[in-house]
């Protein structure tokens, strides 16, 4: 087995040279000698020694994405294809410099611990944090972090968002424009300062804007999966004075369709109805989905660029990245 010091011996270099090489510090290497040891390694076909590196560096060169949203149906967070566009963006970005990626779920301080001393990890990515004694604990572990999706105000925090009031007030605009004025939202659970409530906030705007009364009847919220929405589904189809639904997410919307179709509810004959974040069902749905499009692979980009600048020390000009949304029309929705 090809072994460090036998790379080192044949490019006639230290083994500290051949090792910051493999940790892509090359500033400390000149790019002939870069080039003349990665021609080795590739030949060799040499594997660094994990274990070795990780205790060499008191680190691993592992960067967890971490899921406090817990969701107690089938399904959960890694059934939903935003999350998956997201986290395979994250791990190209991260495999081209070295990282390897962990996913994990915990539910509270004590798990959060458990994995961050087991795994000693580099960095951790956090989706859909909120102000309180989780997050507080996340501050105190003195490891770079990145939150995704959290309305977390902190000057310090490095956060990637979106504009999600103004996708709640585009998506609901849309279906007013077109005559719909009973319109029911459709949601997981709403917390204060997250991003469902965000998206109900525009919701509710838009309603304000065309004089059409809130109804807290027309708010329908539950563990967000195929399976849930078409249970959904199956209740819109008896409120025959619906005629509008807005789905803050494409994978509840889908099961929603479906349960409606499975009840003779046409679509967008008898309801129409508009999604959340554009991703690959929007497309297989049927009809296809009209939807409010996020871009979930940017999201994953902006992070780890966050994630790396923090791990290599660089100066972060912007800490709170909010990205943009905007509507794709499809063939959900009809003019009443």
Known sequence: MTTLKDIALEAG?????????????????????????????????????????????NSSPIIGIINHLITRKSGGFMADPFHNTFMGSIEDRIRNKGFFLMVRTVEDSRGLEEVFRNWNLAGMIFTGLFQDAFFDDVRKMQIPYVLIDSYI??????????????????????L??????VIAFT????????VV??????????????????????????????????????????????TGIFSTADILAAGIMAGLRKKGVRIPEDKSIIGFDD??????????????????????IVAIELMIAQLMNKPIRERKIILPVRLVERESVRSL
């Open 153 to 174: 105000d902190s000057p310090e925090v490095c956060n990637v968002g979106l504009e999600d009031q103004k996708g709640g007030y585009m998506a609901t605009r849309y």
């Open 197 to 242: 409530e965000k998206r109900l906030l525009g919701y509710m705007q838009a309603l304000s804007e065309f004089g059409v009364p809130f109804n807290p009847e027309l708010i329908f919220e539950q563990e967000i999966s195929i399976s849930e929405g078409v249970r959904l589904g199956y209740r819109l189809s008896e409120n025959r004075n619906i």
């Open 187 to 194: 949601s997981p659970y709403v917390r204060r300062d997250g």
């Open 13 to 57: 270099v230290s083994a500290t040279t051949v090792s910051n090489v493999i940790n892509n510090k090359w500033q400390r290497v000149s790019p002939e000698t870069v080039e003349k040891i990665k021609n080795i390694i590739s030949r060799k076909n040499y594997i660094p020694n994990m274990t070795a590196r990780t205790l060499a560096k």
């Open 279 to 300: 991703n690959y069902l929007c497309q297989i749905t049927y009809p296809r989905l009209t939807t409010i499009h996020q871009d979930a692979e940017e999201k994953g």
């Open 176 to 181: 007013l424009e077109r005559g719909h004025r």
